[in-house]
C-alpha cells in the first residue's frame, strides 16, 4: 500500500487554473495507473483523469481539452494541471492508484470510482470554482 497526499486545492473564478498535486511514498506496484477523482456536494464520485505507468492518459469527457494529467516519475508524484475552469468543477478532489493488470487500462479503473480493493487513496483536495 502506499500513502497519498494531496495539494494545490483552493478558491478560483471561473475560467482561472489550478495545478494540483498527489504525492507517493512509493510506487504502487511495478505496473500502476495513478488518477484523480472527484465528488461534489450531494452528488457520486466520478472519475477525472487518469495515467499509466507507462505513459497512456485517460480522460472524463466533462474535462477533455481543459485538463491534463501528468506525473513525474522520478518522484511518482501525480498532476492535474486544470484550465478553464468551471462551477460544475467545484468538488472535493482525490489522488487514487494501485496496481494495474492488464490488459486493464487506467481508463478501466476510472470509469469504476467506487472500487475498493487495492485502491489507494488520498486524503482529497477542495476546489470550488466561482461564478
Known amino acids: 500500500r502506499v500513502q497519498l497526499v494531496e495539494s494545490g486545492g483552493g478558491s478560483v473564478q471561473a475560467g482561472g487554473s489550478l495545478r494540483l498535486s498527489c504525492a507517493a511514498d512509493?510506487?504502487?506496484?511495478?505496473?500502476?495507473?495513478m488518477a484523480w477523482f472527484r465528488q461534489a456536494s450531494g452528488k457520486e464520485r466520478e472519475g477525472v483523469a487518469a495515467?499509466?505507468?507507462?505513459?497512456?492518459?485517460s480522460y472524463a469527457d466533462s474535462v477533455k481539452g481543459r485538463f491534463t494529467v501528468s506525473k513525474d516519475n522520478a518522484k511518482t508524484t501525480l498532476y492535474l494541471q486544470m484550465n478553464s475552469l468551471k462551477p460544475e468543477d467545484t468538488a472535493m478532489y482525490y489522488c487514487?492508484?494501485?496496481?494495474?493488470?492488464?490488459?486493464?487500462?487506467?481508463?478501466?479503473?476510472?470509469?469504476?470510482?467506487?472500487?475498493?480493493?487495492?485502491?489507494?487513496w488520498g486524503q482529497g483536495t477542495q476546489v470550488i470554482v466561482s461564478s
Open positions: 487514487a492508484a494501485g496496481p494495474l493488470f492488464p490488459p486493464r487500462s487506467g481508463g478501466w479503473y476510472l470509469d469504476r470510482p467506487d472500487m475498493i480493493e487495492e485502491r489507494d
Open positions: 495515467v499509466d505507468s507507462d505513459g497512456p492518459t
Open positions: 512509493g510506487p504502487p506496484s511495478s505496473r500502476y495507473y
